[in-house]
């Protein structure tokens, strides 16, 4: 597939850029070794010399992880993802080595949406049952289904159209995700064959929140619950995603997780 491709064009620059890199490094390792004359100095450079070796294994196990976890779950990727070695490092690895891989990734791939999840270490929590099928033929699911909009909108600073999916949260109130509405000036809300034009009246890139406010009151806004669901409770996925037809998918969740990602720039280090 397409994503396997840019993952494998993804490991196969990195190990190049490794190659050319230690061929570089021990140009120049060997010319300072022949300009240093004095011992004490020679010991140190001999010590630097390995810290950095080391360093920059590290570093590079780290980018090819990453980079193997941008394949399709299999069990020797994820062996590599649950080895100790790799989430030791992914939790000590600097931000700014986590933006230098996302900017090599998005050369490749598609930089589009915005990672919720930037560490290597799976999602743990408890095992629950499959999602409940029967939920779909629920007329409050159903009725839930009506609140829930299409955005759409044109980016004109990179000529971009976009589209992604909100839900009614208020009178005239549609949340949705702030990478939906980035860089629109005239975005605009559909509910079946009804459209509004909308405004953005709130933006958070970090969190990848944006609400909408329209001219129109025709429509239900959903609840939102002020305590987070239990493990196992039921769940619907409802939404237009790649700006298709509306789909309603039943989910069950599994568990509340902090996690660490990008924000909707792929600048990492967000809490959500």
């Known amino acids: ?32 070794r022949d300009a240093i004359t004095w011992s004490p100095a020679r010991i140190v450079d001999n010590a ?10 590290a570093v590079m196990t780290w980018i090819l992880a990453s980079a193997i976890a941008m394949l399709p779950r299999t069990e020797a990727t994820s062996m590599i993802q649950q ?8 939790a000590i690895v600097p931000d700014q080595v986590r933006d230098a891989f996302i900017q090599l990734r998005d050369a490749v791939g598609d930089g589009a949406l915005p990672r919720v999840f930037s560490t ?71 509910v079946g064959d009804q459209r ?17 406010r329209i001219d129109a009151n025709s429509v239900r806004a959903l609840a939102l619950r002020t305590t987070p669901p239990e493990s196992g409770s039921d769940a619907v996925a409802i939404g237009y995603p790649g ?7 039943p989910a069950r969740i ?12 792929g600048k990492s280090g967000v809490q959500r």
């Open 1 to 32: 597939s397409e994503g396997v491709m840019r993952a494998v064009i993804l490991i196969g620059a990195i190990l190049l850029s490794a190659l050319l890199g230690q061929a570089l490094t021990s140009i120049l390792g060997r010319f300072l």
């Open 48 to 57: 630097l010399g390995a810290a950095l070796n080391v360093l920059a294994l």
């Open 83 to 90: 080895s100790k070695v790799v989430t030791t490092l992914d």
């Open 120 to 190: 290597l270490a799976e999602i743990v929590g408890p095992e629950v049952s499959a999602p409940d099928d029967s939920l779909l033929a629920s007329p409050a699911i159903q009725q839930s289904a009506l609140s829930v909009a299409r955005i759409v909108g044109v980016a004109p600073a990179c000529s971009t159209s976009l589209s992604g999916s909100g839900f009614f949260v208020g009178e005239g109130f549609v949340l949705t995700n702030a990478h939906v509405v980035a860089g629109v000036t005239e975005p605009e809300v559909q």
């Open 196 to 212: 509004w034009p909308a405004s953005i009246v709130y933006f958070d890139p970090q969190l990848d929140v944006a609400a909408l």
């Open 243 to 249: 700006g298709g037809d509306l789909q309603v998918l």
């Open 254 to 265: 599994r568990a509340l997780v902090q996690a660490r990602g990008d924000d909707i720039y």
